[in-house]
């Protein structure tokens, strides 16, 4: 996501569904507070948990 993957993307690479990656996009972003899929991002990687 970071990256700018599409969600249909990122489920094809995990091998896991569309509906999978936007349940936890929606969850990350509950437990960061965030309302956007940018500043998720941005919280994720202040938090160290993104890898570089």
């Known amino acids: 996501m970071a990256t700018g993957?599409?969600?249909e993307s990122?489920?094809?690479v995990l091998k896991v569904s569309r509906r999978t990656v936007q349940k936890h996009v929606t969850d990350a972003?509950?437990?960061l507070g965030a309302r956007t899929r940018f500043q998720i991002a941005l919280l994720a990687a202040e938090r160290g948990?993104?890898?570089?």
Not at 49 to 52: D, R
């Open 5 to 7: 993957m599409k969600d």
């Open 10 to 12: 990122i489920a094809r």
């Open 29 to 31: 972003g509950s437990l």
């Open 49 to 52: 948990w993104l890898k570089e």
